[in-house]
């Protein structure tokens, strides 16, 4: 049994049954002809595999969203000229829905949620007319010229969740009327909040004075997001316990979790938020400095078992608390006050929570909010990227798959770690602990789908080489976590080292954007996507800050005066770049410009293309030494 990631093209003729019933053998010869003379050949045109034949009914395994799509299109076009003169009782009509999704191959079979996502799009889809998944729009929307009617999220039979569905609208078709929603799919603690409405009225009140001077967006750092835009800032700890902290530490990034997992929201990431842990600071500051308009606050006070949580919802651009919320719960019940928390912030907003993910957060996958503040504990170790760090995660890690092993989220914290081995230059054998980090992401993903396994899958296959799968892997990613710092930048860096360079770029920008407290690493996979789409002064303006920071990581200094040498050569600033290259050698006589742009820039295994040879130039030009010479 394999799985794997994979379109998948359902199929039916409409109403075969009566058809049968009226005219047997005319209804079987027309079937046929179809089959020779439309479907046969367009499946071989389109590199087609039927997995799964049933009577009327057909499932095709295509490498490709857009070949697959290509297929229903030609293949409904050709169906209708050939409906258009015959007798009513010989026009045959298909259906076509088309997923984007995990699978399960036994033999030639192929099974699981994958397929039965594709096979009830189908089903929706009317007479003549195909549905796509919203994972199958995402991979063709920028490639094909399609009118994509959007029918929402549709509740689909034995699918757990919701789907997202888009009507593709051939020339002359009318759009469908949008499916009659039913009430969407909730975690238990958010169904409770909703039937609790009444009772947690009670507990919030509203303000309409003023409570300190509006912010002028004009006068932000960052430009305010169209989008409703938040900044969760770390719960304070006011009893000053130590096992108190992590309780306030694991509410705030719950919190965001949740909400990152919304795509009408811009949610500022963990690591720029908890850069004001222990200050006291304005919720106007807040706003000013990261470009968003609300920001949520709050404390915790613990005693014994039981913890008050109070939080409060703050409008910078009105310059108003909108909100507070008081509520004292047993520890292992905060899950509940945290989905209060974000239930509010999602009605305050006027955004809708991504159907049928707010069992993705962390705080769900972990199972308990212990288990969560562990989660947690082993992330921080894990990103400090030393010695000690890697494996005080593994041990926390470790201890959570053997207790918890029905949790997707061991499996997939623990791919992490063969991955981090071969980064830190401990590996004796990288292609081993590669091997090891997929298998245990596919272990993950097997348990639970959500957005951050295909990061890491996205990662190690476009470190491996395997582009389109990169590409294929990312795209997943960002469409089940599109408020997700870490998925938009680890997804756009796999995009942009797979070939989709302004794309990569794209996704990199927003994950930044999200974090404006950007992780270490990112500036490193920017540079080159930036000086790609030519866009040299905020390649200059990105190094000199980075060449202004203390940073951890040794790499990033260096990272940033190539970036800065490239930019300046490439704007035609010759002393500038030759300047900052004697600096380089300064501190290492021994760098070349292959060592430069085949690993400092290029992450090492980006697909080749034209622009590294321009790289190349651009650092010889500046007076960097090449092996040859």
């Not at 200050?279 to 949520?296: D, I, N, T």
């Not at 608390?321 to 945290?338: A, T």
Request: proline share 5%.
């Amino acid at each position: 049994m394999e799985r794997r990631l994979t379109t998948i093209l359902a199929a039916d003729i409409v109403g075969f049954s009566s058809l049968i019933g009226s005219d047997e053998e005319g209804i079987l010869a027309l079937r046929r002809r179809h089959q020779n003379e439309v479907i046969n050949p367009l499946l071989e045109k389109h590199h087609g595999r039927v997995a799964n034949t049933a009577g009327d009914s057909w499932l095709v395994e295509f490498p490709s969203t857009v070949e697959a799509l290509r297929f229903a299109i030609e293949g409904q076009n050709l169906i209708e000229a050939m409906n258009a003169d015959a007798p009513e009782g010989a026009k045959m009509h298909y259906r076509i829905g088309i997923n984007l999704g995990d699978v399960v191959a036994e033999g030639d079979d192929l099974l699981g949620d994958g397929v039965n996502i594709a096979a009830r799009l189908e089903a929706l889809a009317p007479a003549g007319g195909i549905v796509i998944s919203r994972s199958a729009r995402d991979q063709v929307r920028d490639r094909l010229d399609l009118d994509l009617h959007d029918l929402g999220n549709v509740p689909v039979k034995n699918i757990e969740r919701p789907v997202r569905a888009f009507q593709v609208v051939r020339s002359g078709e009318s759009k469908m009327k949008l499916p009659t929603s039913k009430a969407r799919s909730r975690t238990p603690a958010l169904v409770a909040v909703t039937l609790a409405v009444a009772f947690i009225a009670g507990a919030f009140w509203w303000s309409q004075r003023p409570d300190f001077t509006p912010v002028d967006p004009a006068e932000m750092t960052l430009a305010l997001p169209e989008r409703p835009s938040i900044a969760v800032l770390p719960f304070t700890n006011l009893g000053g316990e130590a096992s108190a902290e992590w309780i306030s530490d694991g509410i705030t990034e719950n919190i965001i979790s949740t909400l990152s997992l919304s795509p009408d929201m811009v949610v500022m990431g963990r690591a720029t938020t908890f850069s004001y842990k222990g200050q006291q600071v304005a919720p106007s500051e807040v706003a000013k400095e990261l470009g968003v308009r609300y920001v949520l606050s709050g404390s915790v006070l613990k005693s014994g078992d039981k913890a008050r949580i109070t939080a409060e919802l703050s409008d910078a651009v009105e310059g108003k608390q909108l909100w507070s919320l008081r509520e004292d719960s047993e520890i292992d019940d905060i899950f509940d006050v945290q989905d209060q928390i974000a239930e509010k912030l999602f009605l305050e907003m006027q955004v809708s929570l991504t159907v049928g993910e707010a069992s993705r957060t962390i705080a769900a996958l972990s199972g308990d909010f212990q288990t969560s503040l562990r989660v947690i504990q082993g992330r921080d170790a894990f990103q400090r990227f030393d010695l000690e760090g890697h494996r005080e995660a593994i041990r926390i890690w470790t201890e959570l798959q053997e207790e918890n092993p029905q949790s997707p989220m061991g499996p997939y914290l623990l791919a992490w770690i063969p991955w981090q081995r071969v980064i830190l230059g401990i590996s004796k054998d990288p292609a081993s602990d590669f091997a090891a980090s997929y298998k245990l992401v596919k272990q993950a993903l097997a348990m639970e789908e959500w957005g951050d396994p295909y990061s890491l899958i996205a990662i190690l296959d476009s470190s491996s080489g395997k582009y389109s799968d990169a590409i294929t892997a990312a795209n997943r990613a960002i469409d089940l976590s599109p408020g997700g710092a870490d998925v938009n930048a680890l997804g756009g860096l796999a995009l942009y080292n797979s070939g989709e360079a302004k794309r990569g770029m794209k996704y990199m920008l927003n994950g930044m954007r999200l974090e404006p407290d950007y992780p270490e690493w990112l500036p490193g996979a920017l540079y080159p996507a930036l000086l790609e789409d030519g866009r040299y002064e905020e390649t200059i303006s990105l190094a000199q800050s980075v060449l202004g920071r203390d940073m951890r990581d040794a790499r990033a200094h260096h990272q940033a005066r190539a970036g800065l040498a490239a930019a300046f050569a490439l704007k035609g600033d010759m002393s500038s770049a030759q300047k900052v290259v004697r600096q380089m050698l300064d501190q290492r006589p021994d760098l070349t410009v292959e060592y430069v742009t085949g690993r400092t820039l290029q992450q090492q295994r980006a697909a080749p293309r034209a622009f590294h040879q321009t790289m190349f130039d651009a650092y010889v030009a500046a007076g960097m030494p090449s092996s040859s010479d």
